[in-house]
T-cell receptor, first 112, second 116 residues
Framework: RKEVEQDPGPFNVPEGATVAFNCTYS??????FFWYRQDCRKEPKLLMS???SGNEDGRFTAQLNRASQYISLLIRDSKLSDSATYLC?????????????FGTGTKLQVIP | GAVVSQHPSRVICKSGTSVKIECRSL??????MFWYRQFPKQSLMLMAT?????????EQGVEKDKFLINHASLTLSTLTVTSAHPEDSSFYIC????????????FGPGTRLTVT
């Protein structure tokens, strides 16, 4: 089983739709969780950190479920500019060092 | 957001030569930096974890003698691709992690290496 798993997609959704991505992780010692977006031929950019209490940033909502070891990202009112690959990232910190694991990414295509 | 720079952004070199890529965190200290490689239409692949003041930790299958990493300060890590071959052509991306929580990782803009 992979340490971090994501549905690769692609998710093809019409503009204005709501879309949700899930990501599961296997290491219960994982401490920090993030969603990144990566556009084609560009570096990943931090979209949002994910907290146990859930957090929202505009049209984006992230949730963490430690008991079930998954995180989710909800995008409301999808825009064409949301088309990208969304990467789930899980981090463990120990003794000043960090182990970072990426999911393989979920591709989103928003269509007019 | 925090800024991480990489230099050069593009490089073309001949087979057998060495190429050095620099990664700098411009506005925060980073004990840990990461080096990734990404081939077209594939996901990021972690090559190594670079820790300031100690030896880098390489992922399985990554040759440490071919990909030399030096993390000389809290704001600079370098990756040297030695004796480059065409199969080393790829998009190399570094990232830096803040020393303090929430330990967000910020990526450099990447270096596109082409070995002819």
């Amino acid at each position: 089983r992979k340490e971090v798993e994501q549905d690769p997609g692609p998710f093809n959704v019409p503009e204005g739709a709501t879309v949700a991505f899930n990501c599961t992780y296997s290491n219960s010692a994982s401490q920090s969780f993030f969603w990144y977006r990566q556009d084609c031929r560009k570096e990943p950019k931090l979209l949002m950190s994910v907290y146990s209490s859930g957090n929202e940033d505009g049209r984006f909502t992230a949730q963490l479920n430690r008991a079930s070891q998954y995180i989710s990202l909800l995008i409301r009112d999808s825009k064409l500019s949301d088309s990208a690959t969304y990467l789930c990232v899980v981090t463990i910190h120990s003794g000043g060092y960090q182990k970072v694991t990426f999911g393989t990414g979920t591709k989103l295509q928003v269509i007019p | 957001g925090a800024v991480v720079s990489q230099h050069p952004s593009r490089v073309i070199c001949k087979s057998g030569t060495s190429v050095k890529i620099e990664c700098r965190s411009l506005d925060f200290q980073a004990t840990t930096m990461f080096w990734y490689r990404q081939f077209p239409k594939q996901s990021l692949m972690l090559m190594a974890t670079s820790n300031e003041g100690s030896k880098a930790t390489y992922e399985q299958g990554v040759e440490k003698d071919k990909f030399l990493i030096n993390h000389a300060s809290l704001t600079l890590s370098t990756l040297t691709v030695t004796s480059a071959h065409p199969e080393d052509s790829s998009f190399y991306i570094c990232s830096a992690v803040r020393d303090r929580g929430p330990y967000e990782q910020y990526f450099g803009p990447g270096t596109r290496l082409t070995v002819t």
